[in-house]
């Protein structure tokens, strides 16, 4: 398992609803939406020394979600950027941090799935853990194709960032029997469309692709990456990718929060050879580094 319980996170501050709780006090009604229905929107926010990194895309994604599924009494992004501040700094946290903010459609007056029993307004959720880059990007990661299909938007549009997460939660089981680190999902016509908790990229003849994001997550990583590659004038597609164009991709490489970009050294067995021997995925590596201090908001203008 990549990740482990970190002691440095006992006794953290997290904010539920309009104020903060200690870690064993921090809890949701049983009829929340979340509980009730996996009811809820989220992101996923990395907190480095010189701020929060891309909080806007983040915060415009967030209340994107929460508008398409018509939650009630939305906070405001001052409201969000508020509740962030207040909890980093209750947690001293200015680095190595990772927030996992949660909007729920909030709490019911009975159990059901109607919205029109939430009558209380949508509940913020603020959690700041110390966390660092899942992945170890020098040693890569090895992934699985998954049975389970990502969502299109004839099922589950996955431009919103929602937590019923069990297509995910299912193709992740499926790698965790396989031994491989993280589950590559294919859309409902056998393309690729991302792995479990992050965008799949891949370089060939010196060109990036990547999936259309058709079923995947506009991702805030790949979307940087994207534009990284327009800048620097690096030839980009997004396109329809097969497995067998992926097995034998120059370079595979995921992107994400989470692990920021990650290179995938293996793929259903098949190792990723670089036989073009190419330094592209260097070059872009080196382009997100140079560009993180720019996409960060320091803390202290929250
Ligand atoms: N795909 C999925 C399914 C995800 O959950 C995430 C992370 N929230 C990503 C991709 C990566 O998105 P981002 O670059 O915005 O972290």
Known sequence: MLQKFNPKNQNIQIWVGDRLYPRTAAKISVFDSVVQGGDAVWEGLRV??????????????????????????????????????????????????HIRLTLTRGSKITSGMDPRLNQSGSSLIVLAEWKPPVYNNEKGITVITSSVRRNSPIH?????????????????IEANHAGADAALML?????????????????????????????????????????????????YTEENISLSEAYNADIVFATGTMGELTPITEIDGRKILNNNTTYLFDEICNLFDNCKSENCTPISKL
């Open 156 to 172: 589950l549009d996955s431009k919103i960032h929602h937590n019923n997460l069990l297509n995910n939660i299912l193709a992740k």
């Open 187 to 235: 859309d409902n016509q056998g393309f690729l469309a991302e792995l479990n908790g992050t965008n799949i990229f891949l370089v060939k003849d010196n060109r990036i692709r990547t999936p259309l994001p058709h079923a995947c997550l506009p991702g805030i990583t790949r979307n940087l990456v994207l534009q990284l590659c327009k800048i620097n004038e690096i030839a």
């Open 48 to 97: 480095y020394q010189e701020g929060l990194f891309c909080l806007e895309a983040h915060l415009d994604r967030l209340l994107a979600s929460a508008h398409t599924l018509m939650f009630d009494d939305i906070p405001n992004k001052n409201t969000i950027r508020k509740a962030i501040k207040q909890t980093l700094e209750a947690n001293a946290m200015t680095c190595d941090t």
